[in-house]
Every structure is written in structure tokens, then in C-alpha cells.
């Protein structure tokens, strides 16, 4: 992964594809009736000035459900949490708050873009899009996590926490900054992804505490019901 850019927004190379993570800046991504006032047309707007191609969004479930796309628009509006494409034009979107947007690609040009909630990952999401990515001809594949809450400031129930670390592992507890049981959402991710054979040389992360953030919007923190994008595309 290497650094990239755009006049309006910055973006990374990963492998064979772009991946843009908006922010506060960019405004709400979501799908028009987040805020009240909220147009639309302004979110496609909004969208395009991001990257000028038909997202394919998703109403995100907190499932392991992966849609393949097979060309630029399509798949838009399914029901699923993670899709993959080895078609040019595609731009494959999801939506966050505190979850991880998760962007993966390889060097056959066949890309990846998955929302991770604990509730997901739990479910094999990740997993699932790997599996998928090789299914359509992927073979090394690397991936980036993109802003999501950070463990200091994701208090978490001691039972949830047991389910979690009884799928991921151990590497998922942590503590909060007031020393209260948290998740740790990346480690999650990682551990996931390393049992789809994605091993951490190939995983980055832009460190990026959606909570701590002033320049992100997070539910959990703030309350706020807007949301940001990641998208990948070629």
C-alpha cells in the first residue's frame, strides 16, 4: 500500500485499486434520511465527489453475506455486509461509523470491500469475502483497515467479549482508557483475516479512532446518526 491522491480527496493505492475513507468533511454518505434536511441528491453528490463512477452500496445487516458484482452500479441497494468485483468501472462502498470498513485487493485486479462489526466478524465476514476474492481468481491479497473505534474507547461487555475472543482469540481483549473491559475491533479484523490465509504483512491500518477522532462521526461516542464511506475501485 502506498500513499495516492486527488484534488478532493485523499486516497491510497492498494494493490491493483484505489480506496478512498471520507470523513466529517466530505459530509454524510449515508443514504439520504440519516439527518433530517438531508437531500438525496446532496449525498450523491457528495458521493461522486468522491469517485465519479455507480457505487455499489449496501444495507448492512451485521451478517457474513457477500454479493459479487458484476458490473459498475450493480448490486446496489442489496442486502449484505461485505462485495467483491474483478470488473473494472466497479466502485464498492460501505458505510461506517464505529464499525471497520475493511478495503482488499490483489494484484489480478479482483477487490473486496467489507463492513466489520464485531457482530460480522463473529459471523465469518471477512472470511467470507476472502473466499469469494479466490473464487474470482485472487490469490495474494492485501487489505486496510480503515477508521473505526479503537479499543481505549470501546467499553465491552464481558459476555459479548467472550464470544468474540472464543472466535478471534485472546488478542481481542483490552482495556479502555478508564480501565474497563474493551474490544479490540482491529485485532479482531486481523485475526480474522489471518484465518483466511491474509497474514499481517499484508494488512495496514490508518489508525484512525472514529471516537477520539473530531474529524470522523461515530454513533457510539457522539450519538451522531451520519455516516462516512470507504470505497475501492479500479
Known amino acids: 500500500m502506498r500513499p495516492g491522491g486527488a484534488a478532493l480527496l485523499p486516497q491510497l493505492v492498494l494493490s491493483s485499486a484505489s480506496v478512498a475513507f471520507t470523513g466529517r468533511a466530505a459530509g454524510d454518505m449515508g443514504h439520504g ?3 433530517a434536511g438531508t437531500a438525496v441528491a446532496d449525498v450523491a453528490e457528495r458521493r461522486r465527489g468522491v469517485v465519479d463512477l455507480p457505487w455499489t452500496w449496501l444495507r448492512q445487516v451485521h451478517g457474513a453475506s457477500v454479493v459479487r458484482v458484476a458490473g459498475p452500479g450493480h448490486q446496489a441497494g442489496a442486502v449484505a455486509d461485505a462485495a467483491v468485483t474483478a470488473g473494472a468501472g466497479c466502485a464498492l462502498a460501505v458505510l461506517t461509523a464505529d464499525c471497520a470498513p475493511v ?3 490483489s494484484a489480478e485486479g ?3 470491500m467489507a ?7 463473529v459471523a465469518g465476514v471477512l472470511e467470507a469475502t476472502v473466499s469469494e476474492m479466490r473464487a474470482l481468481g485472487a490469490t495474494e491479497i492485501e487489505a486496510v483497515i480503515g477508521p473505526c473505534i479503537r479499543p481505549g474507547c470501546y467499553e465491552f461487555g464481558i459476555d459479548d467479549l467472550d464470544v468474540v475472543a472464543g472466535r478471534m482469540g485472546a488478542a481481542v481483549r483490552a482495556t479502555t482508557t478508564a480501565g474497563r473491559p474493551a474490544l479490540d475491533l482491529p485485532a479482531a479484523v486481523r485475526a480474522a483475516l489471518a484465518a483466511a490465509g491474509v497474514g499481517p504483512a499484508a494488512v495496514a491500518d490508518v489508525g484512525v479512532c472514529t471516537a477520539c477522532s473530531a474529524d470522523h462521526f461515530s454513533w457510539r ?3 451522531e446518526p451520519q455516516r462516512q464511506a470507504a470505497v475501492i475501485w479500479r
Open 33 to 35: 434520511a440519516a439527518v
Open 103 to 105: 478495503a482488499l485487493a
Open 110 to 112: 479482483v477487490i473486496g
Open 115 to 121: 463492513h466489520a462489526g464485531w457482530r460480522g466478524l
Open 221 to 223: 461516542a457522539r450519538r
